[in-house]
């Protein structure tokens, strides 16, 4: 693994399923995020984690959770999908100095 | 108010020319960074430059510079020599540091479709 990883790369889903989405870092960055990106609203952020153990909720964490077991992994979960969930989740993590942030490829979410 | 504000949704610019996307912010803190990103069509968020508020030398990668006017509170990017590739989304971002206990974010702007002509 060399970066930040995310997984699936795509998934169609139906209403009321759960789901978790899996992000990988292998740069040992503290900070790790998630957005998500909807069309003309840009990327906006869902929660954050400062360091392993703790988490944070960002500007639209409803419906969503995570955890943050150890410092390589932050999946986040959807407990029980609705269509407005519909979109391109990106997990992110930045270095210490906070002049690096970088971007796993991406999961395209449907909602069905 | 805006933490972010790109003013251009969509520019375009012939190949091998420079141009500018704008890039204004909001904040109250001292220390904060700025970043730009490029998202082609492809999804993926690519990081270009980063500019901190106390750099004192506006900040360069290649052919991406970053006119970073702090009293403005703007961070606008410059791609010179303009290439067919560099046609994508690129968006401006800022890190200002969260509460106590809380990782600083990253706020995004709206972005700026930049396409590139023959």
């Known amino acids: 693994i060399a970066g930040i990883t995310q997984a699936p790369t795509s998934q169609i889903l139906a209403a009321g399923r759960r789901m978790t989405l899996r992000c990988t870092q292998d740069m040992r960055h503290n900070a790790m995020y998630w957005y998500r990106q909807d069309l003309g609203l840009g990327l906006r952020l869902i929660h954050y984690?400062?360091?392993?153990?703790?988490?944070g909720k960002g500007e639209v964490p409803d419906g969503y959770s995570v955890s943050r077991a150890n410092t390589d992994d932050f999946p986040l979960t959807l407990a029980s999908a609705v269509p407005s969930q519909t979109s391109v989740y990106f997990c992110?993590?930045?270095?210490?100095?906070?002049?690096?942030?970088?971007f796993g490829q991406g999961t395209r979410l449907t909602v069905v | 108010a805006q933490k972010i504000t790109q003013t251009q949704p969509g520019m375009f610019v012939q190949e091998k020319e420079a141009v500018t996307l704008d890039c204004t912010y909001d904040?109250?803190?001292?220390?904060?960074?700025l970043f730009w990103y490029k998202q082609p069509s492809s999804g993926e968020m690519i990081f270009l430059i980063y500019q901190g508020s106390y750099d004192e030398q506006n900040a360069t990668e290649g052919r991406y510079s970053l006119n970073f006017q702090k009293a403005r509170k703007s961070a606008n990017l410059v791609i010179s020599a303009s290439q067919l590739g560099d046609s994508a989304m690129y968006f401006c971002?800022?890190?200002?540091?969260?509460?106590?206990?809380?990782?600083?974010?990253?706020?995004f702007g709206t972005g700026t479709r930049l396409q590139v002509t023959l």
């Open positions: 971002a800022m890190r200002e540091a969260g509460p106590t206990g809380t990782a600083s974010k990253l706020t």
């Open positions: 984690s400062n360091t392993a153990g703790t988490t």
């Open positions: 904040t109250s803190d001292q220390s904060y960074g």
């Open positions: 992110a993590s930045k270095n210490s100095k906070g002049t690096e942030a970088f």
